[in-house]
Every structure is written in C-alpha cells, then in structure tokens.
C-alpha cells in the first residue's frame, strides 16, 4: 500500500538524481492526493489535476489504437509536468523548471515507478 511516507521518499531520491524538480506529487488516479511536496497552502488541486491529464492521455491512447499510457508530459515556457501511472489506482507526477534534462527525468521516474508499484502490491501492478 501506497502510503504519504513512500511520497517523502520518492521525492527525496527524485531530486537527488535530477536537478530542477519543483513538485512531486503522488495521488491517486480518482484525483486525491496522497503525497504533495508542497505546503499545504500552495496545494492547489493538483492531483486532481494531474489525474485527469492522465485520464485525458489514456482515453486518448486508447481511441487512436496506442495501447496503455507509459508516462504523459506537457512543456510549458517555465517547465514540464511529467505524468506517469504506477498502477490502475496511483498516479507520480513531478513538475519541473525549464530546461530540465527529459530524459534523465523520465529514468528517474522510472527507477521510482518500479519501487512504487512493488509497494502498492502485485494485486494492483500494471502488467
């Protein structure tokens, strides 16, 4: 089970392998939020958020025949926002400054997918 703990953490080791990460947030994919890395007087609905970019990228893989979502990412001019399901149930989403190293961002985010889904339980893995 997915708890804020394992948020704390993933977030740690995300900044630790990759500089210019503003936010982490773990939630799940109905749009509550079970980790978010800022105060709470600047959580402003993003797992919501987050989780209906995801819901929007997996209806839309799936109408234009793509299979399941492996990660979604927006690019704005003062950053990204890096959405990757860890199961059915949870979502990691981490927004980061301008100019951010993609891909070690998306390796990152991979290492720690890969912990997430061993925590959430084989029951609610993604195959």
Known sequence: MIV?????????????????IRRVVIARTDGIALYDDVPLEQRD???????????????SSASLDLDEVQFTFT???????F???????????????????????ASAAQSEIAVLRRLAGPAMAVS
Request: cysteine-free; aromatic content about 0%; overall charge negative.
């Open 45 to 59: 609905g993003a797992a919501a958020l987050t989780a209906a970019v995801l819901g929007l990228a997996d209806t």
């Open 75 to 81: 690019m704005g001019a003062q950053g990204s926002l």
């Open 4 to 20: 804020a703990k394992h948020g704390l953490l993933a977030a740690a080791r995300l900044r630790k392998q990759v500089d210019g």
């Open 83 to 105: 959405v990757v399901p860890v199961d059915h149930q949870h979502l990691l989403a981490i927004v980061a400054e301008a100019g951010v190293d993609t891909v070690a961002l």
